[in-house]
């Protein structure tokens, strides 16, 4: 199994660019989330989809913040313009069935986002 | 609302030593409870969990016991090893809940 992948592994970008990050979760499960990590707020949870509609998007920090799930294995989230205090790593996860049923998430490797 | 409460960080710990990482929650009804482990430069993995009171999780010689009574999910480790450095994050989720709660993590740090 490949896990969740997620794309690109690393990007670099100047303060007002769009930038879109992306995840294909594992095959066959009906939740994605998005969490971004710093040193400062540790991890938060940013949106969830379950079965390719969005949940909750309550900790999207603002407008700037947009995510999609068009189909079951694909999810993007974009940024849109960028600024320096969005530089964070930002983690895909997916998993089958709910958390309050036991379900466990399955986290990518991140895509560590600087902007300049 | 629900929350996690775990021990600050950072852990400094001889190899072989004892680890023993508290956990505390705050949640109506019976959550499912976690660890989850994040090595340098990785995602977070699950380390082991645990579904009602009185279970046990247990995984690579970590273990964990779901107390209701004291509302809490202790990480422990008899004789952790160099290879254990790595931040460790309790969590839960309501049991009418998709989202899991993450508590902030301890860095754990083991010397030889």
């Known amino acids: 199994d490949a896990g969740v992948i997620q794309s690109p592994r690393h990007e670099v970008t100047e303060m007002g660019q769009e930038v879109t990050l992306r995840c294909k979760p594992i095959?066959?499960?009906?939740?994605l989330f998005w969490y971004r990590q710093t040193m400062m707020r540790g991890l938060e949870l940013l949106i969830y989809?379950?079965?390719?509609?969005?949940?909750?998007d309550s900790g999207m920090p603002e407008d700037r913040f947009s995510a999609k799930m068009p189909n079951a294995s694909f999810s993007t989230l974009k940024i849109q313009p960028s600024e320096p205090r969005d530089s964070a790593v930002y983690f895909c996860?997916?998993?089958?069935?709910?958390?309050?049923?036991?379900?466990?998430?399955?986290f990518g490797p991140g895509t560590r986002l600087t902007v300049l | 609302g629900d929350s996690v409460t775990q021990m600050e960080g950072p852990v400094t710990l001889s190899e072989e030593a004892f680890l023993t990482i508290n956990c505390t929650y705050t949640?109506?009804?019976?959550?499912?409870l976690f660890w989850y482990v994040q090595y340098p430069g990785e995602g977070l993995q699950l380390l082991l969990k645990?579904?009602?009171?009185?279970d046990k999780g247990s995984n690579k010689g970590f273990e964990a016991t779901y107390r209701k009574e004291t509302t809490s999910f202790h990480l422990e480790k008899g004789s952790v090893q160099v290879s254990d450095s790595a931040v460790y994050f309790c969590?839960?989720?309501?049991?009418?809940?998709?989202?899991?709660?993450f508590g902030k993590g301890t860095r754990l740090h083991i010397l030889p």
């Open positions: 996860a997916s998993s089958l069935g709910a958390g309050g049923l036991g379900g466990t998430q399955y």
């Open positions: 095959s066959g499960h009906d939740y």
């Open positions: 989809f379950n079965n390719n509609v969005p949940i909750d």
């Open positions: 949640a109506t009804g019976y959550p499912s």
């Open positions: 645990a579904t009602k009171a009185d």
């Open positions: 969590a839960l989720s309501g049991n009418r809940d998709d989202k899991i709660i």
